[in-house]
Nanobody
Framework: QVHLVESGGGLVQPGESLELSCAAS????????MAWYRQVPGIQREFVAR???????KYADSVKGRFTISRDNARNTVSLQMNSLKPEDTAVYYC?????????WGQGTQVTVSS
């Protein structure tokens, strides 16, 4: 059974940093494309960042240069370091694991950026 558990969300001020973590069980983060998505109520869930099985990374234009996705193979976790946060980054952030027909989601963690 696959479980993805996000942690690290919270309330921060604009310009501050936050790191999200996704603990995976039932899948190896080295064997799946691991990604972060985010969603604001009433708006479609949007892609944020991905680390491929190869280790290559991809980012949404809106977060490029501010966010960094990384993978800890020993701990079987994926992290999202978010710097220079903006109010428009406010959303529920979801961890995603994908390979072939398999697609899994975590329960999400709230990130709020507000002064």
């Amino acid at each position: 059974q696959v479980h993805l558990v996000e942690s690290g969300g919270g309330l921060v001020q604009p310009g501050e940093s936050l790191e999200l973590s996704c603990a995976a069980s039932g899948v190896m983060v080295t064997m799946y494309h691991m990604a972060w998505y985010r969603q604001v109520p009433g708006i479609q869930r949007e892609f944020v960042a991905r680390v491929m099985i190869t280790g290559d990374t991809k980012y949404a234009d809106s977060v490029k240069g501010r966010f960094t996705i990384s993978r800890d193979n020993a701990r079987n976790t994926v992290s999202l370091q978010m710097n220079s946060l903006k109010p428009e980054d406010t959303a529920v952030y979801y961890c995603n694991a994908e390979r072939g027909a398999g697609r899994y989601w975590g329960q999400g963690t709230q990130v709020t950026v507000s002064s």
